[in-house]
């Protein structure tokens, strides 16, 4: 497979009508993990370092490539493209044809820059940033009913924990219900109907209850992500009654 690179849904490599479309040299900031944000203090009375948690800071992109074609007015429609792309931020850039493909969210980060170097070529430098450090890849989803079962398997293809949002319908009861992944349970108590989806984002901690935020709904609130590699199991314990539980997440790659 060919390798190809878009964004904002636009293919920055391959051949179009009036002209070749060509990435120059690597994409920077893209293969590379971001530098790690901690905080170390000394021990005053003792050796070494208090730990600290580690977090990354945002990843920043950097896209160079050419243009070729017979149409000189082409190059410039070429030109005008690469100043629009991702104009607004929240653009995905997808790249393929390097292992699995993987995608981002990235925002215009300083001046684009495109040079006619000749009548019938152009070169373009595109510069961006991902708030969100990590990559993702394809979408996984998992569901079960408790009429049947209490729990699945989950997993995914990633190399770094990914984060599930879990959907769960069908149930009514004042009781609320209890979410077990990973030995790690979340406790929730906001009454549950049938009408009314659960929605919890377990990166975010936020329950959505009918598309509004429920606040004060979870008792007891450990999360643990979806760890690659081996299947790990998710369930869902109900005082009474019968829920379908849906779990979507994404590969992750940092």
Do not use: C
């Amino acid at each position: 497979m060919g390798e190809m690179v878009m964004l904002d849904g636009f293919p920055l490599t391959g051949v179009t009508r009036d002209g070749v479309w060509k990435r120059l040299g690597d994409i920077e900031g893209w293969w590379t993990r971001p530098a790690a944000k901690t905080q170390y203090v000394d021990r005053p009375r003792g050796d070494g370092q208090h730990p600290s948690p580690v977090r990354f800071g945002e990843r920043l992109i950097t896209i160079n490539g050419r243009v070729t074609s017979r149409n000189h007015d082409y190059l410039h429609q070429a030109q005008q493209q690469i100043n629009a792309l991702g104009l607004r931020g929240g653009a995905k850039l997808m790249v393929s044809g390097h292992g699995p493909a993987q995608w981002a969210l990235v925002d215009p980060r300083g001046e684009t820059s495109a040079d006619f170097a000749t009548d019938t070529y152009l070169s373009w430098q595109i510069p961006l940033v991902a708030s969100d450090p990590f990559k993702y890849g394809e979408p996984q989803a998992f569901s079960f009913h408790t009429a049947s079962a209490s729990s699945v398997p989950v997993f995914h293809r990633g190399t770094v924990p990914a984060w599930p949002v879990v959907t769960v319908t069908g149930y009514s009861a004042s009781q609320g219900y209890t979410l077990t992944l990973n030995g790690k349970s979340i406790v929730v108590t906001q009454a549950a109907w049938s009408s009314q989806p659960h929605v919890l984002d377990y990166r975010t901690g936020i329950l959505r209850v009918g598309g509004s935020v429920a606040r004060g709904g979870i008792s007891t609130a450990n999360y643990s992500p979806v760890k690659p590699g081996m299947p790990q199991s998710l369930s869902i314990s109900v005082p009474a009654g019968t829920a379908k539980v849906d779990i979507s997440f994404y590969d992750t790659f940092i």
